[in-house]
């Protein structure tokens, strides 16, 4: 390797960010700034070489200086660094050997792949998986002969009792949407990397289709896949009767306070503040960093992140942001007011949410469709970015996957093409009293 390829494959891990600060993490993005030996800076060199941009990326940088005396003050809290999306792809730190495999319920037509999958994972790659005991009760599977072979080779959990923190190396979801989003409640702290296939729905965030999944796992456990870094919103109940400085600093360093997480909930998509079953208008009071902002009288707000941007945001007319963006998207529902639009803000801000004083009633909050509970007068809800995010891979990449679901998800820009002029007829090209006559002739021959 010469001393040019050495040092760019230096400066391209010392300007770049890692997933996961956990040093017994079992993956990271190639980004990691960790002190890298010569057998890992020329593996970086050679994926460099695999996956080279046609171009560069030029974005601000937190470090940088403005002029001869200016630049940013030096803060250890700092919230975010821009990074380029191409760098982030997959590597273990060893081989996996743990996968929790989340299938859709109630759909009998996922059962057959199922069995497919863990019995080639079971069997093919020694793994030991995962699963929900729930699934190992349906009734129609276990009338299956290849899955009662490998029944009692699975690993069962129950969802609320046991804690799958530092245990699940890789997901893998079959089904829909919803997979994704259980996978992400199922871990609260740090996620691991999630393959989702698409055999629901919709399958805006399923990628993968089931057709050749031997090879595309095989890839993967390889280590050969790019990732979407799916951030998560960490939302914070706060009830009147607690103490009111209790959560104060949430968002005052890059670690989440551990006297917050018990009663924090992360959300992939969004949480929605409504009104209920009350008649009156939702009047809801915003606060962003402290400060007022606005109320919102109407149906409800919608705070959603990127990857959320594409589900109950954009059916309230919010517009569809990119995954990778850093930022957090306020919508309201129905509102009463003609000027009042979605709005994003930057991800580092913390939102706090409650009920006006003089609001006639109370509101309702969901998170990611579950949870729901009161909101009343005197609660607060406080909102801001994780700073553990679902690392999602890619069939492709970020780019390509992300404008491949619009399009066939939620048909993005369709419409019949307009025809070019050599396919109409010229009509330009003869006089009004011309085009008069071709039609009298017409005429006349019908009758």
């Given at each position: 390797m010469s001393n040019e390829e050495m040092q760019l494959a230096l400066q391209m891990a010392a300007n770049s960010i890692s997933v996961e600060d956990d040093p017994d993490s079992k993956y990271e993005t190639l980004s990691s700034p960790k002190p890298l030996r010569r057998a890992r800076v020329l593996d970086l060199n050679e994926r460099r070489k695999q996956f080279r941009r046609t171009r560069s990326l030029n974005a601000p940088s937190p470090f940088q200086q403005f002029g001869p005396c200016g630049g940013i003050m030096k803060n250890s809290a700092m919230v975010m660094q821009i990074q380029d999306p191409a760098s982030q792809r997959l590597t273990w730190y060893k081989p996996p050997l743990t996968v929790l495999v989340i299938k859709k319920v109630c759909d009998a037509s996922v059962l057959t792949p199922f069995v497919q999958l863990v019995t080639w994972l079971v069997q093919e790659k020694?793994?030991?998986?995962?699963?929900?005991?729930?699934?190992?009760?349906?009734?129609?599977?276990?009338?299956?002969?290849?899955f009662r072979?490998?029944?009692?080779?699975?690993?069962?959990?129950?969802?609320?009792?046991?804690?799958?923190?530092?245990?699940?190396?890789?997901?893998?979801?079959?089904?829909?949407?919803?997979?994704?989003?259980?996978?992400?409640?199922?871990?609260?702290?740090?996620?691991?990397?999630?393959?989702?296939?698409?055999?629901?729905?919709?399958?805006?965030?399923?990628?993968?289709?089931?057709?050749?999944?031997q090879e595309q796992l095989t890839s993967i456990l390889e280590g050969h896949a790019a990732l979407t870094l799916r951030s998560r919103l960490r939302c914070v109940m706060h009830r009147k009767s607690e103490n009111p400085h209790e959560f104060e600093h949430a968002v005052d360093s890059n670690a989440e306070p551990s006297s917050s997480l018990a009663n924090s909930i992360l959300v992939?998509?969004?949480?929605?503040?409504?009104?209920?079953?009350?008649?009156?208008?939702?009047?809801?009071?915003?606060?962003l960093d402290g400060k007022y902002i606005t109320s919102v009288q109407g149906d409800g707000l919608i705070v959603s992140t990127?990857?959320?941007?594409?589900?109950?945001?954009?059916?309230?007319?919010?517009?569809?942001?990119h995954s990778s963006v850093p930022a957090i998207m306020v919508t309201p529902i129905c509102p009463h007011s003609l000027s009042?639009?979605?709005?994003?803000?930057?991800?580092g801000v913390e939102l706090k949410i409650s009920v006006s004083p003089e609001s006639r009633n109370t509101s309702w909050v969901s998170f990611d469709g579950r949870n729901r509970q009161e909101l009343f007068h005197?609660?607060?809800?406080?909102?801001?970015?994780?700073?553990?995010?679902?690392p999602s891979i890619c069939a492709q990449d970020q780019i390509s996957d992300?404008?491949?679901?619009?399009?066939?998800g939620l048909h993005?820009?369709?419409?019949?093409?307009?025809?070019?002029?050599?396919?109409?007829?010229?009509?330009?090209?003869?006089?009004?009293?011309?085009?008069?006559?071709?039609?009298?002739?017409t005429k006349l021959y019908d009758v």
């Open positions: 020694n793994m030991v998986v995962w699963v929900e005991s729930a699934v190992l009760d349906d009734v129609i599977l276990n009338e299956d002969i290849k072979s490998i029944r009692d080779k699975l690993v069962t959990f129950k969802d609320g009792r046991d804690d799958l923190t530092d245990r699940i190396d890789f997901i893998v979801c079959l089904g829909g949407d919803g997979t994704l989003l259980y996978a992400s409640l199922l871990f609260q702290q740090s996620v691991p990397p999630v393959m989702a296939f698409h055999l629901g729905s919709l399958g805006f965030l399923t990628p993968f289709r089931f057709d050749n999944f992939l998509n969004e949480v929605v503040i409504d009104r209920g079953p009350s008649p009156y208008l939702s009047n809801i009071d915003l606060f990127p990857t959320g941007s594409t589900a109950y945001a954009v059916a309230a007319g919010a517009s569809m942001i009042f639009r979605p709005i994003v803000v930057p991800a005197g609660d607060s809800l406080r909102v801001t970015t994780s700073i553990y995010p679902v992300w404008f491949a679901s619009l399009a066939d993005w820009n369709v419409r019949k093409r307009q025809k070019c002029l050599d396919e109409l007829s010229d009509l330009t090209a003869s006089g009004s009293e011309d085009i008069f006559d071709e039609i009298e002739n």
